[in-house]
């Protein structure tokens, strides 16, 4: 868990929904949940309240059968100052100790959910907001996003683990090192986002990914992160035995047939045969996969046969 550069405070009215309970949103619609971190007067800062109800969102969301993917956005200027550390003022250590294990059992919770997470970060992400950014599948950021990870110059300890698993040890150490401002671009090069869009395309971008995914068989895609996950802890053979066992448990619920019958109708619907426009003739478009055919028709996944060329 990190540490705000500076600690915010909400300052909620007495009565009103915000005061000492919300500070996670969520609803859920066609398959797709919407969660917000909702403490935009204080930059989202991470408190205690924050961390169990985060760790709540997320139990609930993983057990839903009606959740196919989860969005992960944040309310107001910032995703995340990092740490609020005005609630560690007059606390012992042992009450420290188990604000931070509440943390890490809340960015626990969002890296476990069966379901696929996408984060989409704008403004500010600090220590925290990093943590929850790097528990996330792959997160979206928007062009004025910015990371920071300064626990060691508070004099604390955080973001050593995920962090690293993500752009190595040495860049991580730099980083954690030294407080430095990561923009958004250096952090699309190093994997800590995976797109950067103008600031005013965020939303819609995650809606368009949140389509792609629900979209999918939900056995098949959970079981994809599963294999990825468990895959990416153990060697090519012990993971390729992962993602057998994935295959057989697909095979035995029989919904591939479903995905084969699509394919299979999509084919006789005029887009030619295994050569023509639309096909997969080899020359990298596939319209199994979100590619279009030559009349520029979409399949709903956003992305176009010449983009993918």
């Excluded at 979409?298 to 176009?304: N, Y």
Aim: proline residues 4%.
């Amino acid at each position: 868990m990190a540490d705000a550069e500076t600690p915010g405070a909400d300052t909620p009215v007495a009565g009103t929904p915000d005061a000492e309970t919300v500070r996670v949103r969520c609803d859920v619609a066609d398959g797709v949940a919407r969660v917000r971190l909702a403490r935009p007067r204080a930059r989202n800062a991470v408190d205690l309240e924050m961390c169990l109800r985060l760790r709540a969102v997320f139990e609930d969301l993983d057990a839903d059968d009606d959740v196919r993917v989860v969005l992960l956005s944040a309310e107001g200027p910032a995703f995340c100052a990092g740490a609020d550390l005005k609630e560690r003022a007059g606390r012992d250590a042992a009450w420290v100790r188990r604000r931070r294990q509440a943390s890490f059992a809340a960015y626990d919770a969002v890296e476990r959910c069966r379901r696929p997470v996408v984060a989409l970060v704008h403004g500010a992400v600090v220590g925290s907001g990093g943590e929850i950014t790097l528990a996330a599948d792959f997160a979206v950021a928007a062009e004025d996003t910015t990371f920071r990870f300064p626990e060691a110059h508070w004099g604390t300890v955080g973001a050593t683990q995920r962090l690293q698993r993500v752009i190595g040890r040495r860049r991580a150490k730099e980083l954690l090192f030294t407080n430095r401002v990561m923009p958004a671009a250096e952090a699309a090069g190093l994997g800590v986002v995976t797109r950067v869009v103008p600031g005013d395309r965020l939303a819609r971008a995650g809606e368009e990914i949140a389509a792609s995914i629900a979209g999918a068989p939900p056995l098949a895609m959970a079981l994809t992160k599963r294999a990825v996950d468990l895959g990416g802890e153990t060697d090519l053979d012990r993971g390729i035995r992962i993602e057998m066992a994935a295959i057989e448990q697909c095979l035995a619920d029989g919904g591939w047939r479903e995905g084969v019958d699509r394919f299979a109708r999509r084919r006789d619907g005029g887009r030619g045969g295994t050569g023509g426009a639309g096909g997969t003739d080899g020359a990298g478009s596939t319209d199994g996969h979100g590619g279009t055919d030559s009349h520029g028709s979409t399949d709903g996944h956003g992305s176009t046969e010449e983009e993918e060329k």
